[in-house]
């Protein structure tokens, strides 16, 4: 059987895709800060294609430890990097630990995941899914740095494709626009709740899955995904 090695897997998007991951027959190992959540067993993956794994992604040793015992046990053809993590305000209002979460989650983690499993990528002609997103493509504001790590992303991704395709590896970037997703927890605002102006988690694991579906020689190298409304919900304030 076909193994995947997928982030942020607990929720969202993660979670749709890894969905999507067992149903097309791939065993997948899934990382998470926590899969002890309702969301989470209300999606009732089957337990003979998922593997939860808990791992604080900033923990490269221990990262790279879990990446090490999964390949030496099976042939991983594709690698999701999907957790990210975000924080929106002005620039100046934010805080070094804030920018660094971003930078790391965002960005760092793709790139050590990338390095550890692109020869065996090269060996299985395998894929690399990067999940973007639309602010990788503009600008940002409000959003600087969160913004500046997605394009560092998309950056990373093209040209990762350029020095790995003539091996047969196909590197994806997904770039979503608001999904309904905790992405938005630091924020004021959130996805709209109109269905004409968000996206569904389960609308980009399908953009997944179509990537992966293309014949042996096709390479749908970005996917934009964008509601046919451009809105957005402030938050309710507390008291």
């Given at each position: 059987m076909k193994a995947a090695i997928l982030t942020g897997a607990s929720s969202g998007i993660g979670l749709a895709v890894a969905n999507r991951l067992c149903t097309l027959g791939y065993e997948v190992f899934g990382f998470g800060r926590n899969f002890d959540t309702k969301e989470f067993e209300q999606a009732n993956l089957p337990k003979e294609f998922f593997h939860p794994i808990v791992c604080d992604l900033l923990d490269t040793k221990k990262l790279i430890e879990s990446v090490k015992r999964i390949t030496a046990q099976k042939d991983v053809y594709v690698l999701v990097n999907n957790a990210g993590t975000a924080y929106y305000g002005l620039h100046e209002e934010l805080n070094p630990q804030k920018i660094q979460q971003m930078v790391r989650v965002n960005l760092e983690v793709p790139m050590i995941l990338a390095q550890q499993l692109l020869r065996i990528l090269k060996k299985h002609a395998g894929y690399m899914i990067n999940i973007a997103s639309v602010t990788a493509n503009g600008t940002n504001p409000h959003g600087c740095a969160y913004g500046a790590t997605k394009a560092g992303l998309s950056s990373f991704s093209h040209s990762l494709f350029?020095?790995?395709?003539?091996?047969?590896?196909?590197?994806?970037?997904?770039?979503?626009?608001?999904?309904?997703?905790?992405?938005?927890?630091?924020?004021?605002?959130?996805?709209?709740?109109?269905?004409m102006a968000r996206l569904l988690p389960s609308e980009v694991a399908q953009a997944v899955e179509f990537a992966l579906n293309q014949r042996e020689g096709l390479v749908v190298s970005d996917i934009t995904l964008k509601p046919q409304l451009h809105r957005i919900q402030r938050k309710k304030r507390e008291f």
């Open positions: 350029e020095e790995a395709r003539k091996y047969g590896v196909k590197v994806v970037t997904v770039f979503p626009d608001m999904t309904r997703t905790n992405l938005y927890r630091n924020a004021d605002f959130q996805e709209s709740e109109e269905i």
